[in-house]
């Protein structure tokens, strides 16, 4: 009996076909026929042990191709083929055609009369039919294939030595499936490490999900599994059936695998890159300006309900020419890499090397990032290498013992998500990830990586009570392995990628988070390396003061303030992201107190704010044109708010035009964006204006060249409000007002020149008078 065929827990197919388990190969179909004696001058072979024999059958066997395949012996070539559910097995060589001697449970063999192994083929036949009443012996049908364990180790001893090392920074080109050449042959070669198995057999739509006749190799203590499979190609389905300790099985798909299926399927699929890439103008000019000294400004999108519906080169054709109209300098993506639960937004990986099958091939992706380089847009894409999902067919447990979780089941369980953390302290999973950071920007030409929950990383008592963690070496609380793999993370890509930028979700005031890795801080930890910082306090800050009524907002005026305090410490990005808009927060719009009308200038006041403010800048999509409703992954941003035959049409694409026109003097305006990260760049005007809710300040470029920003959070007009001047020789103009008529404001505007006066005011010799609208964000700039 051959062991029973695993189930594939995805797509199985209806009706046995024990042909399919030969392999690929070229079918020869052949008239039914008895069967052939053919084993003339074929010597029977040394049976096999019988432990040897049940662990090949078992999937338990370490090395097949010392069983398999074909071997010198005294007085000629032993050789043996494990074909379940093949009637015969013949080998053909130049000038030798052999047929095996069948040994029962799938195994053939013999000993040809050669002094050398040939370079060989097999010919399996297999039952092509039933039996009629006319005819009682069933048809015939022949494959020529080639034989697995005719082939040397496809994978060389530096990739060994590098990923034994945890060092190997291209472990997708050692690991997963790769189609290639090997010994003048075409095929896939499959390599997983799986260091805890008792076997691995591969298995997939070229061999019916029944892996008996594929077990694969132990390439030593590295821990990896390796089998060349002659014939298999782009497109095949497969994963692996691992043998745990225990004897059990379980099949599992590729941790490196580039492709899958859509899910809820969830097979690995073979694949290569064929996209010829048009970006070479863009790539080599990115890192031109250190990030933290150029414009950023990023519209955040969930790619699968930007456009509902709509495919990776789809939305080639419009996102690109959506967000150049807007403005923005990047987009950022959540998560793109495949995940099975699209209620996750992508946050609960399972193919950390796959794009989401669900819009397209790795390729349509590629063409997408392609599109959006050649408009002249970044990508920042979110990458999440703090948790992952417990599905029993992808990373949990993967071979059948705790590997790429940590073995501590305290430290392992995510308590928020019901996920399992990393063991950053394993130098192989350590290598899975910082590999996998590095092949998102080299594969896909992606310009940055926001990391995802650093703070639950970086913290052993993260949303754990006391008696739920044990502290570090030290005594602290501090993850010391997430530290240094966030440092190991951000130096390798720095250094393999230029241009790149990585950016940090991290809610806490660890100390050193965009300081680079070897300057040590006060709490004696190198910088983590990044190079920006989502600046949440900022967020939860400003959010809760322009939430208040205005006539309550002199009492919270510090939130407004108190960002200030710190915006040196780190390099900020603020951000209004998809957090803020879902779940019961509502959107940025709905957050606002007042009528429609209100809430819309204090949503374009906060935006001007916003923009003003020290830092870079990100903005989730359907908050450009004031979406009431919050979003929701199901059906995306509310796109008919846009449409003219809507009678509130002209509310939202004000709002649009407002947002487009920031990005346009903000690219324009060195002084909001050169020095986002240092002192110099900003001085206060008036920050204690707290009965009037008026915020003014100067932000200033490298050469000195200042632009005031005035916001003014009260729902009345201040005439002729007095604001100190730098230079008493210069008229200040206007060049941006939030309540001007194109956006749907009142368009109480400054539309002269306004020459300073030599009254003293905010400690400066000159001042200016100018016009507070209500509920509005003023810009002035030297005439």
Known sequence: MTARPPSRNSSDPDVPNPTAAAGPGRKQPAAPRPRAGGSHGVRAARPLAAGDRERLLAGTHHDPHGLLGAHSVRGGVELRALRPYARAVTVLAKGLRAELHEDGDGFFSGVLPLRTVPEYQLLVAYDAGEATEEDESPGTLEIEVQDPYRFLPSLGELDLHLIGEGRHEELWKALGAHPM???????????????????????????????????????????????????????????????????????????????????????????????????????????????????????????????????????????????KDLGFTHVELMPVAEHPFGGSWGYQVTGFYAPTSRMGTPDDFRFLIDSLHRAGIGVLVDWVPAHFPKDDWALAAFDGRTLYEHEDPARAAHPDWGTLEFDYGRKEVRNFLVANATYWCEEFHIDGLRVDAVASMLYLDYSREQGEWSPNVHGGRENLDAVAFLQEMNATVYRRCPGVVTIAEESTAWDGVTRATHHVGPGGFGGLGFGLKWNMGWMHDSLGYVTHEPVHRKFHHNEMTFSMVYAYSENYVLPISHDEVVHGKRSLVSKMPGDWWQQRANHRAYLGFMWAHPGKQLLFMGQEFAQGAEWSEGHGPDWWLLDPSYAAEADHRGVRHLVSDLNAVYGATPALWQRDTVPEGFAWVDGDAAEDNVFAFLRYDASGAPLLAVSHFSPVVRHEYRLGVPDPGQAWTEVLNTDAARYGGGNVLNEDPLKPESVPSHGRPASIQLTLPPLATVWLRPA
């Open 181 to 323: 050449t090997h010994q003048a042959v075409t095929g896939t070669r499959f390599t997983v490490w799986a260091p805890n198995a008792r076997g691995v057999r591969v298995v997939g739509d070229f061999n019916y999900w029944d892996g008996t006749g594929h077990p694969m190799r132990s390439l030593g203590s590295t821990g990896v599994w390796e089998l060349f499979v002659p014939g298999v190609s782009e497109g095949a389905l497969y994963k692996f059936d691992i043998t745990r300790p225990d004897g059990s099985h379980t099949l599992r798909a590729d941790p490196m695998a580039q492709r899958a299926e859509v899910p809820p399927a969830n097979a690995s699929i073979v694949t290569e890159s064929h996209h010829v890439w048009r970006d070479e103008e863009w790539m080599a000019h990115r890192g031109d300006l250190p990030v933290h000294e150029a414009p950023l400004s990023v519209y955040e999108v969930h790619l699968g309900s930007w456009r509902p519906g709509l495919t990776y080169r789809q939305l080639a054709l419009q996102l690109p020419a959506y967000v």
